[in-house]
């Protein structure tokens, strides 16, 4: 079994960066962070004002500062700055749900258009520092809101358009926005849903909204409330192209975005300006490769971060030709993404693991049909890529002679923390490899030592601050302190596990708390066991993982029903996958319910999760220890009844 791949010959020495050129970068990187990173910020970033400080931290107290005392505008450095010379280049390149459906806007476009919204923004009210909450389907425009909003100062909170009226009403509160951008319908593959009417379901327990401006995406009917609802294209029809972009301390909140953790409501992870800017154009040149004139295709939603960070705001800052894709990877069948990288020529593609395994399933008939050639760089994120699914990515789609850049990151890290480079790094199919510039992953044992050397497992750790680091929990900084600070005093978690192999590369292994990556989407088990309970039949239920075939990880839910029992089966079944459905979204619908008698819990009343966790994994033996738990009767129980549960 190969289990190396070297660097392509094709793409050897054509790179930016060679395996010495690494060596040397990281090294310098880490021995001198504050020189490093203060000549990365000169290359990337057109700044107003220039710092005092580069940087200024405190791990034991979560205080993080990057550039202090600049200056900048986000949007000026995706935007303005190019027109000089690119005014005319294509920044975005929308492929709607239709195949053809295609939609340009140049830089010079997206000035205008970005100005424009920007000023309607401020006809509303907005000023810097407000909050304006984006619930939109994946059109341009969203981009164009996101930095209307970074143009004046105000934060946004992009919100994913699957989620339901429940966590938009929510994350809108949490925040206390006052504007929302949304669209009348959303258009997936052979789906429509009807974004407006769940935004205004959200919207009638969110006051502090006061107006909601809607993008028609559809000519179908829509209800608008007269006072707050704007269309679109009314306002922007009225509203001048002239705008100035306002210069803004480099740590002036760029954006919210609200993720899941092992506890509680999902957080609102904060990131500022400068720092932000800089590392996501920095990993965005590096990490792919990217030339000037590449088209660049990150296939993510950007309701989440890859979206944010390498769709919008890195590969703008880079003058990139970014590709927006509204539709799914299946539609009109499992082809769509390989017709949309021969049409459109793209040099860059980045995906989840998740997508390639659905379309893999289809056979290698279907990307053979397409010639690919354009491809040089291919990308993977989100979860740990098991080597089947690298492989087919490898030969299938690319042929060979094309790099996996598989990226290691979260929504907290900003960008891409560890990844290969195309053209420097060997390649290990579900491994991440090495850390980029300036970071410095540890591994850490259960009590807090560090493990030295290679050929070590632990839980992975960043012991350095970067750039793209989030900077607070929007509201509640005491959190951001517990979640990420206070297990590992000094160093920020990750709640990653992790190997360390001979050769020093890192596999992720995946979560080591309650937080599940479903098909790529964070959930909390925490939140998934709090709607199931909310249906109103269940006494009780613990949610852990369990291997799935396409999504990676599957939701497994164990619940205890309200009256012992008697009702059980298919209707109890409904109304728990409808409660998960209505409070947080489809994408959190349990892949398999069994109803037990009992959860085994110890006496003090605490969920013994390794043993769900053993079962939902097939295995029905090894639980350990089970003494202490209160009835240790339950767990035959509950893995008889899982051997009886149909997958
Ligand atoms: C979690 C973060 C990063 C943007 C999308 C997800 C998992 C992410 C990989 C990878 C193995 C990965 C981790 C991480 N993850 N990328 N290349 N290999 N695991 O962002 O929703 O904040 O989730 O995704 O478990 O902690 P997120």
Redesign the pocket.
């Known amino acids: 079994m190969q289990t190396t791949f070297e660097v392509p010959s094709n793409l050897r020495g054509s790179t930016y960066i060679s395996t010495e050129l690494y060596q040397r970068m990281y090294r310098h990187s880490i021995e001198e962070p504050l020189a490093f990173w203060e000549q990365q910020a000169h290359e990337f970033i057109s700044w107003r004002k220039p710092w005092r400080s580069v940087l200024e931290f405190d791990y034991h107290k979560a205080k993080i500062a990057w550039f202090l005392g600049a200056e900048l505008n986000v949007c000026e450095n995706c935007v303005d700055r190019h027109l000089v010379t690119r005014a005319n280049k294509t920044a975005i390149l929308w492929e709607g749900n239709e195949p053809g459906e295609v939609r340009k806007l140049s830089y010079a476009d997206l000035h205008r258009e970005v100005c424009k919204f920007a000023n309607v923004l401020k006809s509303r009210g907005v000023k810097a520092g407000d909050r304006v909450a984006i619930y939109m389907p994946m059109v341009p425009e969203v981009a164009v809101a996101m930095l209307a909003c970074a143009r004046i100062g105000a934060v946004h909170s992009v919100i994913f358009g699957g989620f339901s009226a429940e966590s938009v009403r929510d994350r809108i509160l949490d925040s206390q926005c006052k504007v929302l951008v949304t669209g009348n319908e959303i258009v997936r593959g052979p789906k429509t849903i009807a974004l407006k009417q769940i935004a205004d379901e959200a919207l009638q327990q969110a006051p502090c909204v006061e107006s909601v401006v809607v993008f028609q995406r559809t000519k179908s009917p829509t209800s608008m409330q007269p006072g707050r609802d704007l269309w679109w294209h009314d306002v922007m029809a009225a509203a001048s192209a002239e705008c100035p972009a306002l210069a803004f301390d480099s740590e002036h909140p760029l954006f919210i975005l609200y ?1 899941s953790g092992s506890t509680g409501k999902p957080k609102g992870v904060m990131h500022t300006s400068g720092g932000y800017l800089l590392y996501t154009a920095l990993t965005h040149k590096y990490v792919f490769d990217y030339r000037e004139n590449d088209i660049y295709f990150c296939a993510a939603d950007v309701g ?3 979206g944010h960070s390498y769709i919008v705001y890195g590969p703008l800052a880079n003058g990139a030709t970014t590709v927006m894709f509204e539709s799914i990877p299946t539609y009109p069948n499992a082809g769509r993404y390989w017709d949309v990288i021969d049409r459109h020529q793209v040099n860059i593609f980045y995906t989840a693991p998740t997508a390639i395994r659905t379309v893999a399933k289809e056979g290698p008939e279907l990307p053979a049909k397409f010639s690919l050639a354009s491809l040089r760089v291919l990308g ?6 098991n080597r089947d699914a690298w492989l087919w990515y490898y030969e299938q789609v690319g042929r060979s002679r094309c790099s996996i850049v ?7 890290t900003g960008g891409i923390l560890i990844s290969p480079l195309p053209g420097a790094t060997p390649q290990k199919p579900g491994s ?1 490899t090495l850390p980029l510039f300036g970071i410095r992953p540890c591994l850490v044992d259960d009590d807090g030592k560090v493990i030295e050397g290679n050929g070590v497992k632990g839980k992975l750790c960043i012991s350095f601050p970067w750039p793209g680091q989030m900077r607070t929990v929007y509201g509640d900084h005491e959190r951001f302190v517990q979640t990420y600070f206070s297990q590992f005093p000094g160093k920020y978690f ?3 596990g992790c190997t360390r192999d001979e050769d020093g590369y890192y596999w ?1 292994t ?2 080591v708390d309650d ?1 599940l ?1 479903v098909a ?3 959930l909390g088990t925490a939140e998934i066991e709090s709607a199931i309970v909310s249906s109103g039949v269940v006494a009780e239920a613990a949610v852990v993982g369990m291997p799935h075939e396409l999504k990676g990880i599957g939701i497994y839910a164990f619940c205890v029903l309200r009256d012992g029992g008697k009702s059980g089966g298919a209707t109890a079944e409904l109304a728990i996958k409808d409660a998960v459905r209505k409070v947080i979204s489809p994408i959190a619908t349990p892949d398999r319910i069994q109803f037990v008698p009992g959860l085994p819990k110890t006496r003090s009343g605490k969920i013994m999760r390794r043993i769900l966790r053993k079962i939902a994994n097939g295995d029905f033996e090894n639980f350990g220890d089970i003494t202490t738990l209160a009835d240790p009767s339950v767990v035959d129980e509950i893995a008889k009844g899982a051997r009886a549960v149909p997958a």
């Open positions: 993720t989440w971060v890859t993977s994120v989100g979860e740990p890529i598989d990226t290691w990151w979260q929504t907290e991440a990750t709640g990653d992720i995946g979560r937080v990556n790529g989407h964070r």
